[in-house]
Nanobody, 115 residues
Framework: QVQLVESGGGLVQAGGSLRLSCAAS????????LGWYRQAPGKQREMVAT???????NYADSVKGRFTISRDNAKNTVYLQMNSLKPEDTAVYYC?????????WGQGTQVTVSS
């Protein structure tokens, strides 16, 4: 069983920065993919960034050049550094972990960007 707990969300002005963290309880093999997704009100959940065990990364076009995903396997933690935030980045952000049992999700953390 894997549990994911996000932290670091909050209210920030446009142009500001936030760093999200997601700590996993239970062992997640370092080769497993981790990711960040977001869901804005009235919209479907969308991929923001993913990182493989080999640290290959993939980003949504809307966040390329502004967001950076990273992982610390020793701490079972994945991070999302968000810079140059825009009001359209406002959403609940969820971390994910892909395992042999399927994809696990955190409970989400709210990010609100004011204009």
């Amino acid at each position: 069983q894997v549990q994911l707990v996000e932290s670091g969300g909050g209210l920030v002005q446009a142009g500001g920065s936030l760093r999200l963290s997601c700590a996993a309880s239970g062992s997640i093999p370092s080769r497993n993919a981790l990711g960040w997704y977001r869901q804005a009100p009235g919209k479907q959940r969308e991929m923001v960034a993913t990182i493989t065990g080999g640290r290959s990364t993939n980003y949504a076009d809307s966040v390329k050049g502004r967001f950076t995903i990273s992982r610390d396997n020793a701490k079972n933690t994945v991070y999302l550094q968000m810079n140059s935030l825009k009001p359209e980045d406002t959403a609940v952000y969820y971390c994910s972990a892909d395992t042999i049992w399927g994809r696990y999700w955190g409970q989400g953390t709210q990010v609100t960007v004011s204009s």
